[in-house]
């Protein structure tokens, strides 16, 4: 069983595109994170959220605890925008899991 | 802050030698995570630490694997006797108050072992 679910798996879209990635999950969590994979392999978390819409530059995150779905979004989408990116959740009292990661292509 | 220090960054062994993996977590996090990364598998969990205790350790696949964290700057992985199927890249991460709270990732140690 699969705890965490992202769609779509991969994803290509021309420079400019509106981009959303989906995160479902089936655990009771307190909090949920994206992370970003560069190319180069590096890991930077992008955001923590437990509620409601974050904003950072072009990428939004939003969460609905209720329906345990979080989606990510990006804003006018350039190529250095091109990597995996991971939905990660910590359920209560239990060690965080993490979802297969989608990995983006932004052709210019 | 340099941000969280592992090394090395990449370390080809033989099969069934021993392999150290080492982490310098960023100063006043007291938490530190480590992490296996595979194509397979994905991220995963290994063992995660709270104020230098060892907290859950069942991410650990088999007791081929050790963790420590002989102080708050500096953790170890330890795998011995490698195998090839140990291969992946070994991410640390540490944050402020756990799993809930911003991880800050080190750069990764990419482990082939043949």
């Known amino acids: 069983k699969n705890e965490v679910e992202q769609s779509p798996q991969n994803l290509t879209a021309q420079e400019g595109e509106f981009i959303t990635i989906n995160c479902s999950y089936s655990v009771g969590i307190s909090a949920l994170h994206w992370l970003q994979q560069h190319p180069g392999g590096g890991i930077v978390s992008l955001f923590m959220?437990?509620?409601g819409k974050k904003k950072h530059g072009r990428l939004i995150a939003t969460i609905n605890i209720q329906e345990k779905h979080s989606s990510l979004h990006i804003t006018a989408s350039h190529p250095r925008d091109s990597a995996v990116y991971i939905c990660a959740v910590p359920p209560v009292d239990d060690k965080i899991i993490f979802g297969k990661g989608t990995r983006l292509h932004i052709l210019p | 802050d340099a941000g969280v220090i592992q090394s090395p960054r990449h370390e080809v062994t033989e099969m069934g030698q021993e392999v150290t993996l080492r982490c310098k977590p960023i100063?006043?996090?007291?938490?530190l995570f480590w992490y296996r990364q595979t194509m397979m598998r994905g991220l995963e969990l290994l063992i995660y630490?709270?104020?230098?205790?060892?907290?859950?350790d069942s991410g650990m696949p088999e007791d081929r694997f050790s963790a420590k964290m002989p102080n708050a700057s500096f953790s170890t992985l330890k795998i011995q006797p490698s195998e090839p199927r140990d291969s992946a890249v070994y991410f640390c991460a540490s944050s402020p108050s756990g799993s809930s709270d911003t991880q800050y990732f080190g750069p990764g140690t990419r482990l082939t072992v043949l």
């Open positions: 630490f709270n104020n230098n205790v060892p907290i859950d």
């Open positions: 959220l437990s509620s």
């Open positions: 100063s006043g996090h007291d938490y």
